[in-house]
């Protein structure tokens, strides 16, 4: 009985584990928003794209930062993805997804997102999006589009980028309650 690999047989096992890498989404997203009528989770493909850039975004939401569940404030909650889903967009397609926030120790506990951006040529207007559970239903426009370049990059743990949005009324309106 032969106890080793052939030479063949350890090409094709290489060959094999490639082709199913290339296969895997390296984008994180929450679990969820993917049964019937409910909205599809943001995703994307990178192997469709042959350039990446690197970006390290801080998101706040009506001037508080995302709550997590490493929030002091907050340390009830078990939610790994309570600190929502960010989204990078060229038009109506998806260029990145991060849902996995870091915590660098400079900012105290504030969480930012490293993201990775794809594109195929660069020179794109980037805007990001983020919603608490990475649908389109949910999400909110962030500030400041951001040119995309072919293996550049903006922020880092030291300075990051920051990207402020505005929660809608819970009215579903565009004005304020009125007072009375």
Known sequence: MQKYMSKTSKLWLVILLLSLSNSIVLAQVP???????DSPVWSINPNKFEANASFVILVSIDGEDLP????????????????????????DEIRGVQAELKFPPMFSGRPVFPIMLYTDTGGETVSFKWSPDGTEEKSIPLSDDQALEANGGLGSFAIPLELTGTQPPADGGTQPPADG
């Open 31 to 37: 679990p969820g928003g993917d049964g019937p009528g």
């Open 68 to 91: 997590t569940s490493e929030d002091p404030d907050n340390p009830e909650n078990p939610d790994p993805f309570s600190g929502g889903v960010l989204a990078a967009f060229v038009g």
